[in-house]
C-alpha cells in the first residue's frame, strides 16, 4: 500500500480492526525474545524507531535488550498475538540496549507521535496506551494517604499500599467532546484552545462531581460560549491514552440566541461555520476529528 492510501484511510487512533488489544491484567505473563519493551523516561519520552521517510514505526523487543531481568518489566497489553511490557528507564543513557541495537533507537517527545501518520496503527495505539499506564505508575508510587511505597496487585491491575491497605486504580478522566449544531443555518460551532493543540476543534471539558454527562454538554457549551443546546444525542466515545480520557462525543442543538460570548480563558476562537468553511484536523485520530467530518458530509442522521 502506498503512503497516501494509507493516509486517505487513516481512521481514529483505537480503529485498528482486525487486529485486537486484549488489556486483561495478566500477573503470570513474562517477556519473550518477541515481546516489545516500551520504555519510557520519567519525563515521559518514549524509546523508539520512527522513520520518517517509509513513516514506520518500531519498538525494542526483549532480544535488543541486556542486564534488564523480566521481573523487572510490567506486562501492559499485548494486541493480537504480540506482548507490550514497561519499563521506566532512569535517564536517557541506552547502556539497557545491546550494542547492536543503540544507533538503531532514540527517546522521542511524545508529540513526535501525533506529528505525522506512522504505521503500523496498532504500535501508534499501543504507544498512547501504554502512555497512561506508565504515567499512572509513575505518579502511584507512593500511597497517598500514608506515604509507604505501593505494590503491585496480584490479582488486578492496581496498586496496593501494604501498610494501610489503600489500594488504587488507574485514573480515566470522563471529559464530552460537543458538537454544537445550528440546524436552520447548516452550521457547527467550532474552536480552538487558548493554549495546547492549536487546530479546530469542538467545545469540550471533563464531566464534574454528581452531574450526568448530559449535563456536562449543556454546562460546557453554557461556560465556554454562552449558548443553551437541546436535543442532546449520544455519538461515539474513545480512549485517549495521552490524557488519561475517556472522550464521550455527543450531537445537540442551539437553541435560543446564536450569539456567541466566547471564554476567552479557555478559548481563542469560537465561530459558526458551514460545512465547507471547517477545516479538519491535519491528521484523523481524534474524535473531534471525526465529529467534524461527519457534519462536513452531511452525515449527522440523528437530530
Known amino acids: 500500500m502506498d503512503k497516501q492510501s494509507k493516509i486517505q484511510g487513516q481512521t481514529m487512533i483505537q480503529d485498528i480492526l482486525p487486529a485486537h488489544l486484549n488489556n486483561h491484567f495478566d500477573p503470570t505473563k513474562t517477556a519473550d525474545e518477541n515481546s516489545i519493551i516500551l520504555f519510557f523516561t520519567k519525563e515521559k519520552k518514549l524509546l523508539g524507531r520512527l522513520d520518517d521517510g517509509t513513516q514506520e514505526i518500531s519498538f525494542p523487543r ?3 535488550v541486556k542486564n534488564i531481568s523480566k521481573e523487572k518489566l510490567t506486562y501492559l497489553f499485548s494486541i493480537d498475538s504480540e506482548d507490550f511490557f514497561l519499563m521506566i528507564a532512569d535517564s536517557e543513557n541506552m547502556d539497557f540496549l545491546d550494542v547492536s541495537a ?3 533507537y532514540i527517546f522521542h517527545d ?35 494517604k500514608c506515604g509507604s511505597e505501593n505494590e503491585h496487585s496480584k490479582t488486578e491491575r492496581a496498586m496496593i499500599c501494604p501498610k494501610c ?6 485514573r480515566i478522566n470522563p471529559a464530552v467532546i460537543i458538537g454544537v449544531i445550528d440546524k436552520e443555518a447548516n452550521k ?3 474552536t480552538r484552545y487558548r493554549v495546547g493543540y492549536g487546530h479546530n ?7 464534574e462531581i454528581g452531574e450526568t454527562l448530559e449535563e456536562t454538554v449543556s454546562r460546557e457549551v453554557m461556560e465556554e460560549t454562552g449558548l443553551t443546546v437541546t436535543n442532546i444525542r449520544y455519538y461515539k466515545s474513545q480512549p485517549w491514552g495521552i490524557a488519561s480520557d475517556i472522550l464521550v462525543g455527543f450531537f445537540c442543538e442551539v437553541t435560543g440566541s446564536r450569539e456567541i460570548t466566547m471564554d476567552n480563558d479557555e478559548l481563542k476562537f469560537a465561530s459558526w461555520l458551514s460545512p465547507e468553511e471547517i477545516e ?4 484523523e485520530y481524534s474524535l473531534t476529528n471525526e465529529m467534524m467530518k461527519v457534519f462536513k458530509e452531511g452525515n449527522v442522521q440523528f437530530l
Open 165 to 170: 491497605g489503600n489500594i488504587i486504580y488507574p
Open 110 to 144: 511524545f508529540r513526535k507521535f501525533r506529528s505525522a501518520y506512522y504505521y503500523p496503527q496498532t504500535y501508534v495505539y499501543a504507544a498512547f496506551t501504554a502512555y497512561q499506564l506508565a504515567e499512572w505508575y509513575m505518579v502511584t508510587r507512593f500511597c497517598g
Open 201 to 207: 476543534a469542538l467545545v469540550a471539558g471533563f464531566t
Open 62 to 64: 526483549f532480544n535488543d
Open 102 to 104: 543503540q544507533d538503531s
Open 280 to 283: 479538519l484536523q491535519p491528521l
Open 188 to 190: 457547527l460551532l467550532v
